[in-house]
């Protein structure tokens, strides 16, 4: 089964470790990789996407996450541009169609706060603790 997991780091260097980390343990064989992407909130509460990678139709769902996602954590910029109710509403729709629950996004945007990195992948995986174990040894917050 495929699900969607974010790892929250304190800075994008360390969120670039995550995201090469995903990527060994894909690699070993502990989890299947469909799709990730770096996320970077700034000092100013700006949203930038990094290193979005995809692997066939499977991993095509991330955009959808990331849209949404980019969406609603951006609200108060949106709001300022006056296109908010748009970027939340389509981010909503796009989320829900996907399978994301509002306690998901929810927790996701507590954590991102200015200055923090996250990960975000599409995997599946048969155990969680090496997913896990190494996120968080490198500071994540699964």
Partial sequence: MNKFVVTIFPDEKTA???????????????????????????????????????????????????????????GSIGAVAGLASGVVAGGLYDLYNVGVSNTFVKSITDELSPGKAAVIAEVAEAWMTPLDTRMEALGGIV
């Fill in 16 to 74: 670039y470790e995550g995201f090469r980390a995903l990527q060994e343990l894909s690699e070993e064989g502990s989890i299947s990789l469909f799709s990730n992407a770096v996320v970077l909130k700034d000092a100013e509460g700006t949203i930038e996407v990094k290193n979005v990678q995809t692997e066939g139709p499977l991993g095509t769902a991330i955009g959808a996450v990331l849209g949404g996602l980019v969406g609603l954590l951006a």
